[in-house]
């Protein structure tokens, strides 16, 4: 089994409530195993909340489920990065 690779990275650390929040996950595996990508998201406010994303890596799709109210939208995927989009 190969061990496949994610990165996620917001578009910058700080976001303004209202604001288009961009998230990109660069992705890699050669065996076609479903992975889920999680982590936490900080407000202005301090508030936190997690998202977690799981993608068949090779599909180039990914799915997130956020625990923090927010509603994410994928606005482009390839083999190798996904883009979502959520309001702050």
Not at 8 to 22: D, Q, R
Not at 37 to 55: I, K, L, R
Not at 57 to 68: F, K, L, N, P, Y
Request: glycine share 10%; hydrophobic share 40%.
């Amino acid at each position: 089994m190969a061990a496949p690779t994610a990165t996620a990275a917001f578009s910058k650390s700080v976001y303004t409530p209202g604001e288009t929040m961009v998230l990109t996950i660069d992705h890699a595996d050669t065996d076609r195993a479903t992975i889920t990508v999680a982590g936490t998201v900080t407000d202005s406010s301090g508030n936190t909340g997690p998202f977690s994303a799981t993608a068949l890596i090779d599909e180039g799709t990914v799915a997130v489920t956020d625990g923090g109210g927010k509603t994410w939208a994928v606005q482009s995927a390839t083999r190798n990065r996904t883009v979502l989009t959520a309001t702050a």
